[in-house]
């Protein structure tokens, strides 16, 4: 993706972010007070939302560095761990199936290997802002 692409995807997922978030603290509220898993639930927006910023911030220096073609793995990695680490903490606490608990860490091992492509995205290329 190039970082037009990465900005327009946070921009969707911000918005899908703050939806679920709304709807989760008042649509549904008696379903996650039912399951005990308001806390799993507010857990899964906030990585929702920490690694769409992330995208964002990625996506920005695609577009100053479109050549630092190792933030594409970053990137991936930061929607694989939305996908699976939000993704399973948000139906977890809508089903009450713990068994979704176990395919989470997968999800923060993706958002782990996000942040160490950024890092090495930035140490293999020696000028940040100059070519």
């Known amino acids: 993706m190039n970082g037009k692409q990465l900005i ?13 978030g709304a709807f ?11 399951t005990g898993r308001a806390d799993t639930f ?19 220096i695609k577009l100053i560095k479109p050549n630092w073609k190792s933030l594409v793995f970053a990137s991936w990695s930061m929607i694989f761990g939305i996908v699976v680490f939000s993704g399973s903490l ?16 997968l999800g923060g ?13 930035a140490l293999r290329n020696d000028q940040i802002l100059a070519d």
């Open 42 to 60: 507010e857990t899964a927006v906030k990585y929702h939302f920490y690694h769409t910023l992330a995208i964002a911030l990625i996506g920005i």
């Open 8 to 20: 327009m995807l946070a921009g969707l997922s911000g918005a899908i972010a703050v939806g679920l």
């Open 90 to 105: 948000y139906i977890l606490s809508l089903s009450g199936d713990t068994w979704w608990g176990a395919i989470t860490p």
């Open 109 to 121: 091992v993706g958002f782990i290997m996000g942040w160490l492509g950024l890092f090495y995205s």
């Open 24 to 34: 989760g603290a008042h649509g549904l509220a008696d379903t996650l007070a039912a």
